[in-house]
């Protein structure tokens, strides 16, 4: 059988019984149908990055399947039926990961293994926003003395300084 993990996003005005209920309605479509859920978690209600069928949150689940195909096409199934959820994803895995997943580790331990504030830069000097370092200023191609050479009154133009 194919190992899956599956991510859906139930609706915000939902109470966390009936998120996990509708697991438990999932994990019978699976068990029925030949599959196992291993590790199910509630990541819990969190914003959404722009608004889905009129829902700024949503609560996050996520499940680790072991399942034929046919089993997770008619859990997709009922899943695209039902109203109380707005969006899934399933990826096929060549294991399922030990250990809570990367949403619910601590931010310690995420920390711990370096992020974006501590990369490494090499021999580059910090700089601070708009240091343009030892470039000079910026040359546009229509001012005086620029790529296209000096600039020429426009022909038909009436009024202006010359």
Known sequence: MALYEHVFLARQDLSQQQVDALVEQYKGVI?????????????????LTYRVNKNRKAYYTLMDLTCPPAALNEMERQMGLSEDVL???????????????????K???RSERGGFGDRDRGDR????????????PRSFGDREGGDRGPRRPRE???GGAE
Do not use: C, Y
């Open 125 to 136: 000097p910090a700089r601070s926003f708009g240091d343009r370092g030892d470039r000079g």
């Open 156 to 158: 038909g133009f009436e």
């Open 107 to 109: 931010r310690e331990e």
């Open 31 to 47: 068990s029925a149908n030949g599959g196992s859920v291993g590790r199910v978690e509630n990541w819990g209600l969190k914003s």
């Open 87 to 105: 969006r899934f994803l399933t990826i096929k895995v060549e294991a399922h990961e030990e250990g809570p997943s990367a949403m619910m580790q």
